[in-house]
């Protein structure tokens, strides 16, 4: 079963650091161009970053550029969400989510085929 499991979620202070990770089952992640996508209370689901099939091309949310990177371990399978100097504004539950594509053209949900459970990142002063 194709499957995407985040982890890495949890209670930080403003200004400190989080690594949450996404383990795919049943297909390769290089193969697809990856995402990671943040849901606040109330609000919709928004795209954060986004990694091509290749490794080598990035796109970032203008809210976290600088603070958060994107990349992957293809021999553990697996993507990495590096968010550092967290604000409060960063608050929300986290989805990674894999594409057809492989590339980063959007972060338009219909887009994307995959996508894992969540996990919550708490961010308080």
């Known amino acids: 079963q194709l499957q995407l499991v985040e982890s890495g979620g949890g209670l930080v202070h403003t200004g400190g650091s989080l690594r949450l990770s996404c383990v795919a089952s049943?297909?390769?992640?290089?193969?697809?161009?990856i995402g990671w996508f943040r849901q606040a209370p109330g609000k919709d689901r928004d795209g954060v970053a986004c990694?091509?099939?290749?490794?080598?091309?990035?796109l970032y949310a203008d809210s976290v550029k600088g603070r958060f990177t994107v990349s992957r371990d293809d021999a553990t399978n697996t993507a990495f969400l590096e968010m550092d100097n967290l604000k409060r504004e960063d608050t929300a539950i986290y989805y990674c989510?894999?594409?057809?594509?492989?590339?980063?053209?959007?972060?338009?949900?219909?887009?994307?085929?995959?996508w894992g459970q969540g996990t919550q990142v708490t961010v308080s002063s």
């Open positions: 049943e297909f390769r992640l290089e193969w697809h161009a």
């Open positions: 989510a894999a594409t057809m594509y492989y590339y980063c053209s959007g972060f338009e949900a219909d887009e994307w085929d995959y």
């Open positions: 990694l091509n099939f290749a490794g080598n091309s990035t």
